[in-house]
């Protein structure tokens, strides 16, 4: 348990489908992120938000929609996904970078989603 | 950019120590993380090291050199349940991003 959890922890969907994902923190951290992890390739970073706002976007096709309501939640909006979008989506947590290991990134255990 | 280096795949014998390396280039490097994550579950936090020298962690001990941009991890006295994924993963670069290697993929044989 790292005190980040995730919701739903599997899902199935369709091209046409809108789902979400939830992340939730319970660690006291204002940084949070969406990871993408597809089968033997590192994990890639989607978006960041510190304190709320988005302060980053790895170029991620727009079917993916990010939203953070506070510091303790995240949300990955999803509609019309295609088959190779399916993966394992992980959330994170830190604190804001201030200086060495000040923010080490807990995880949550993921959602995997599979795109039909 | 940068780049990440490691293993795709180790084997070794309960009760043995392993050593897992990365090798990384990056710019501007601010630490380097190592990951636990069986399969299915959240990547775990092991250690961190920004500046040279051993990190030692009870069984398990992270090294780096910043010069040859080079990091390992060693796990002493091996057990099954350390069966796992091993991801190293690299902050630096433009924006001061981290960045994760593809992993090593563990596996303990009695």
């Known amino acids: 348990e790292t005190g980040v959890t995730q919701t739903p922890r599997h899902l199935v969907m369709g091209m046409t489908n809108k789902k979400s994902l939830k992340c939730e923190q319970h660690?006291?951290?204002?940084?949070m992120y969406w990871y993408k992890q597809s089968a033997k390739k590192p994990l890639e970073l989607m978006f960041v938000y510190n304190f709320k706002e988005q302060t980053e976007n790895n170029s991620v096709p727009s079917r993916f929609s990010p939203e953070c309501p506070n510091s303790s939640h995240l949300f990955l909006h999803l509609h019309t996904l295609q088959p190779e979008d399916s993966a394992l989506y992980l959330c994170a947590s830190s604190h804001p970078f201030e200086g060495p290991s000040t923010d080490t990134q807990y995880f949550g255990p993921g959602t995997r989603l599979t795109v039909l | 950019g940068q780049n990440i280096d490691q293993p795709t795949e180790m084997t070794a014998t309960e009760g043995a120590i392993v050593q897992i390396n990365c090798t990384y280039q990056t710019s501007g490097f601010n630490g380097l993380f190592w990951y636990q994550q069986h399969a299915g579950e959240a990547p775990t936090f092991l250690s961190y090291?920004?500046?040279?020298g051993l990190e030692e962690k009870g069984r398990f001990s992270s090294f780096l050199s910043r010069s040859k941009g080079y990091s390992y991890l060693l796990l002493k006295e091996l057990q099954m349940k350390d069966s796992a994924s091993y991801l190293c993963a690299v902050r630096g670069g433009y924006g001061n991003k981290l960045v994760f290697g593809a992993g090593t993929i563990l596996r303990v044989k009695s």
């Open positions: 090291n920004v500046l040279d």
């Open positions: 660690l006291g951290h204002n940084a």
